[in-house]
C-alpha cells in the first residue's frame, strides 16, 4: 500500500540526474566513465566570488535574508538588466530564489491553476513538464525538430493557444539543443502573444552567457509584453555557481508578490553567504564569463566536428549553452548481442554500458528521436568520448 500522494505519484525522477547516477555508480566499480549527461559548467567558481563568500562568513551573514534576497542583491541584479539587456526594473520586482529551478517553479505555481494549459516548446527542459503537473495545469507540447532548428515558429504558437492556456515557458539559449532565438523570432511570437492578453511568458534565461551569437535576446524587451514577462535567471551556468543555488525572477510587482508569499511558506530567503557571493558575481570583473564561454564555444565546435563523422547522427550547430542534441533515429531499432533498442532511452543506456559514455536521451526532452550530450568537459575528453560513441554505434545492427 503507498501513502505517498496522487500529486507526487503523477511525478516523473529527472532523467538527467538519473543518467549522472547511474554513470556515478558504473565510476565507482572502477569503470572508466566519460560522464556527458550533466548540465553544469566544470570550472571552479571565479576566486573574487569565493572570496567575497568567505568575507560574509566571517562578517557573520549567519542570519535569515528578506525572503526575496538582501536588497543589495537585488540592486545588482536590476543594475545587471540595465546595463546588459537595457531593460528597467526595481529591487521590489526581484525575487531571489533557491536556483532558477526554484524561480521557475514558484512562477508556474503562483500562475497555473488546475486545468489551465501551458505551452512548452519541445525539445524542453526535463523539469517544465513536471512542473506544470505539479500545479495541477496541462501541459500542451509544441515539437520543433532539428530541421527548424529547434525552434517553435509563430504560427505553431497561435495554432496552439486557446482560451484555456495561461503561460508559455520559453528557454533560450535552450536546454536541451543549445538553441537561440534571435530578435527577429522573439518579436514574431511577441506579436502573436500581444493578441492574447491572458497568456504571462515565462522567459527562462538562464544560459544567457554561454551565447555565441555575440548577443543575448530577451523577449521582455517587446513593450507590449512587459506586463507578463517573468524572467528567469540566475548565477549558476554563467559564473560556475551550480552548487551555491541563486537563482531569481523579474516581473511584474503582482507576479513578484505572488511568488514571494509562496516563497515565504516553503523556503523563506536563500542562502545568506551565496547571495553575498552572487552579488560580487554580478558587480565584480565579468572577464571570467568571456573566458568560460570562449572555452565553451571551441568545445562546440570540436563535438560538432566529431559528431558529424559518426554515420546516422544528423548535427546542427548550436548557437548556445553547451548542449549538442543530435537526431539518432537511424539507430533506433537496431540491436547488439540480441538486445533490441527501442528508443533514446534504450540508446543512451546502450551507449553508458557499451561505450562508457553517459548521455541523456531524448525521450526526456520531448523529443524521442535525439540524445543529449553536455560537452562541459575537458577538449581530451570529448575527443575519447565521441570516439567510444562512433565505435559502440559501429556494434549495432
Known amino acids: 500500500m503507498s501513502l505517498v500522494s496522487d500529486r507526487l505519484n503523477a511525478l516523473s525522477p529527472s532523467e538527467t540526474l538519473a543518467m549522472s547516477q547511474k554513470s556515478n555508480e558504473l565510476k565507482a566499480q572502477g569503470i572508466d566513465v566519460i560522464n556527458l549527461s550533466v548540465g553544469e559548467p566544470d570550472f571552479f567558481t571565479p576566486d573574487h566570488i569565493k572570496k567575497a563568500a568567505i568575507k560574509a562568513i566571517e562578517d557573520n551573514y549567519s542570519f535569515y535574508s528578506p525572503v526575496p ?6 540592486n545588482a541584479i536590476v543594475a545587471k538588466l540595465k546595463n546588459e539587456n537595457k531593460l528597467d526594473y526595481k529591487p521590489e520586482q526581484i525575487v531571489c530564489s533557491n536556483g532558477a529551478k526554484q524561480a521557475v517553479c514558484n512562477a508556474v505555481l503562483s500562475l497555473v491553476n488546475p486545468g489551465d494549459e501551458v505551452i512548452i516548446p519541445a525539445p524542453y527542459w526535463v523539469s517544465y513538464v513536471e512542473m506544470v503537473k505539479l ?5 500542451v507540447i509544441v515539437s520543433a525538430g532539428i530541421d527548424q532548428d529547434f525552434k517553435i515558429t ?3 504558437l497561435e495554432n496552439a493557444i486557446s482560451p484555456k492556456t495561461k503561460a508559455l515557458i520559453l528557454c533560450s539559449p535552450s536546454n536541451p539543443t543549445g538553441s537561440v532565438y534571435n530578435r527577429e523570432e522573439l518579436k514574431a511570437l511577441a506579436e502573436v502573444l500581444a493578441r492574447y492578453p491572458q497568456v504571462v511568458v515565462i522567459a527562462d534565461e538562464i544560459y544567457e552567457h554561454i551565447n555565441y551569437t555575440g548577443q543575448h535576446e530577451s523577449i521582455a524587451q517587446f513593450e507590449a509584453l512587459r506586463d507578463r514577462v517573468v524572467i528567469v535567471n540566475g548565477v549558476s551556468k554563467a559564473y560556475a555557481m551550480t552548487g551555491w543555488r541563486i537563482g531569481w525572477i523579474a516581473a511584474p510587482q503582482w507576479i513578484v508578490a505572488a511568488c514571494s508569499k509562496l516563497q515565504s511558506q516553503y523556503t523563506s530567503g536563500p542562502n545568506s553567504v551565496a547571495q553575498r557571493a552572487a552579488e560580487a558575481a554580478y558587480t ?3 572577464d571570467c564569463v568571456s573566458e568560460m564561454c570562449a572555452a ?9 566536428g566529431l559528431a558529424s563523422e559518426i554515420p546516422g547522427l544528423k548535427v ?3 548557437d548556445g549553452a553547451f548542449y549538442l542534441f543530435p537526431e539518432c533515429s537511424a539507430y533506433i531499432g537496431k540491436s547488439y548481442q540480441g538486445k533490441r533498442l527501442d528508443n533514446s532511452a534504450d ?8 561505450g562508457h559514455v553517459a548521455s541523456v536521451g531524448g525521450m526526456a526532452f520531448g523529443a524521442p ?7 562541459a568537459t575537458s577538449d581530451e575528453m570529448l575527443v575519447e568520448a565521441m570516439k567510444r560513441v562512433k565505435t559502440a554505434l559501429a556494434k549495432l545492427k
Not at 534576497?69 to 537585488?74: I, K, T
Not at 565553451?296 to 560538432?304: A, E, G, P, S, T
Not at 528521436?369 to 560537452?375: E, V
Open 69 to 74: 534576497g538582501y536588497p543589495s542583491l537585488r
Open 135 to 139: 500545479a495541477g495545469g496541462t501541459n
Open 154 to 156: 509563430a504560427s505553431q
Open 284 to 286: 565584480g570583473d565579468q
Open 296 to 304: 565553451f564555444k571551441r568545445r562546440r565546435d570540436l563535438i560538432v
Open 316 to 318: 546542427n550547430k548550436p
Open 347 to 354: 540508446l543512451a543506456m546502450y551507449l553508458l554500458e557499451e
Open 369 to 375: 528521436d535525439c540524445i543529449r550530450f553536455s560537452y
